[in-house]
């Protein structure tokens, strides 16, 4: 299969920058260390650190998808989970809301089982390098909770 460079680089870019741009509006910096955080909440510096890995591993997915002709419902999934985890964060930092955010978190993880289930079906690596984000989720919805009844 022969890359498309531009193609690949628009796949990564649109998350990697939606990312950062909510990052900056959402002030999830200020916001994570303006709380009290259970003994195991990694140190503030590895969210961007992970963040930007795993808005990556999404782009390359997404790639692998639309290289392979992927279906309008995986590419749709693709888009509804972006959207879903990008609130987060407005939900979680700017607001405050942790049960909101926690219950945000799960529908997240719902949709990204589904996610990687779709693009297994067209692309198996593509739906693969969405299993880091799974696990990050998973712990962030613990940490998150821990964080609601703690605050």
């Not at 909510?22 to 994570?32: F, I, R």
């Not at 942790?98 to 945000?104: E, I, M, R, S």
């Not at 990687?116 to 712990?139: D, S, T």
């Given at each position: 299969m022969k890359v498309n460079t531009k193609?690949?680089?628009?796949?990564?870019?649109?998350?990697?920058?939606?990312?950062?741009i909510?990052?900056?509006?959402?002030?999830?910096?200020?916001?994570?260390q303006g709380v009290i955080q259970p003994s195991f909440a990694p140190p503030g510096w590895l969210?961007?650190?992970?963040?930007?890995i795993l808005y990556i591993l999404m782009g390359v997915g997404d790639y692998l998808v639309k290289e392979s002709l992927g279906?309008?419902?995986?590419?749709r999934i693709y888009k509804i989970q972006l959207?879903?985890?990008?609130?987060?964060?407005?939900?979680?930092?700017?607001?405050?809301?942790?049960?909101?955010?926690?219950?945000?978190?799960?529908?997240l993880i719902y949709l990204v089982i589904r996610m990687?289930?779709?693009?297994?079906?067209?692309?198996?690596?593509?739906?693969?390098?969405?299993?880091?984000?799974?696990?990050?989720?998973?712990?962030?919805a613990v940490l998150n909770f821990s964080i609601y009844i703690l605050n």
């Open positions: 193609r690949l680089l628009i796949s990564v870019g649109i998350p990697l920058l939606l990312g950062f909510v990052g900056m509006l959402s002030g999830s910096g200020k916001g994570y969210f961007p650190v992970v963040w930007t279906t309008d419902e995986s590419l959207g879903v985890n990008l609130i987060w964060s407005f939900i979680f930092f700017t607001f405050k809301w942790y049960l909101v955010a926690f219950l945000w978190i799960l529908w990687i289930r779709e693009f297994r079906v067209i692309n198996k690596k593509a739906g693969n390098l969405q299993i880091p984000y799974l696990i990050w989720i998973i712990f962030a």
